[in-house]
T-cell receptor
Framework: AQSVAQPEDQVNVAEGNPLTVKCTYS??????LFWYVQYPNRGLQFLLK??????LVKGSYGFEAEFNKSQTSFHLKKPSALVSDSALYFC???????????FGTGTLLAVQP | NAGVTQTPKFQVLKTGQSMTLQCAQD?????MYWYRQDPGMGLRLIYY???????DKGEVPNGYNVSRLNKREFSLRLESAAPSQTSVYFC???????????????FGPGTRLLVL
């Protein structure tokens, strides 16, 4: 069965420090991985995705993610966190030969000034 | 270009009442989706429509029906609301279905539903 896990409910980081939001997946075949961000009372916004090619994917707002096939991970990273990055982050994996996504449970990122 | 719009933004229902959640997209996308978001459970797919005229069940379809009215609009209907359907509902769309599951989905702002 295909699944995605976000092991941390919340990540706290000081402004200016690097941040990492973790995601691991389990899927048969080649994975298609996404990161979305949700600000309070808003819909999900697309950040970045990995389909194929370079393992390091760059996305919106200075975020990037590294696909690691051996560790089945797709961690989201940013070199220097901003208070405005505080939001709920979702990892998702494409499932099978469809465009249906399986979402993780989300990680709340809190950036302290 | 408004993207994906949803109405209403918030609704309170009594158990047993019915209602329809509306969704429209102006990006000429072929595929549309309905999700529900519950605390600690991420987003779960209720129904999706790969293209105009087709609909299919997702992970949690029980208690819901959908209508793909045209290419732009995809509605979700609760025939007899239950407290377990209290949730935030999101509509999304993507350009194509056709087995290309790397397509980015674009989400609406959500509808908060409270069933008493």
């Amino acid at each position: 069965a295909q699944s995605v896990a976000q092991p941390e409910d919340q990540v706290n980081v000081a402004e200016g420090n690097p941040l990492t939001v973790k995601c691991t997946y389990s899927v048969s075949g080649n994975p298609y991985l996404f990161w979305y961000v949700q600000y309070p009372n808003r819909g999900l916004q697309f950040l970045l995705k990995y389909i194929t090619g370079d393992n390091l994917v760059k996305g919106s707002y200075g975020f990037e993610a590294e696909f690691n096939k051996s560790q089945t991970s797709f961690h989201l990273k940013k070199p220097s966190a901003l208070v405005s990055d505080s939001a709920l982050y979702f990892c998702a994996v494409g499932r099978g030969a469809t465009n249906k996504l399986i979402f993780g449970t989300g990680t709340l990122l809190a950036v302290q000034p | 270009n408004a993207g994906v719009t949803q109405t209403p933004k918030f609704q309170v229902l009594k158990t047993g009442q019915s209602m329809t959640l509306q969704c429209a997209q102006d990006m000429n996308h072929n595929s549309m989706y309905w999700y529900r978001q519950d605390p600690g459970m991420g987003l779960r797919l209720i129904y999706y429509s790969a293209s105009e005229g087709t609909t299919d069940k997702g992970e949690v379809p029980n208690g819901y029906n959908v209508s793909r009215l045209n290419k732009r609009e995809f509605s979700l209907r609760l025939e007899s609301a239950a407290p377990s359907q209290t949730s935030v509902y999101f509509c999304a769309s993507s350009e194509s279905y056709s087995g290309r599951f790397q397509e980015t989905q674009y989400f609406g702002p959500g509808t908060r539903l409270l069933v008493l």
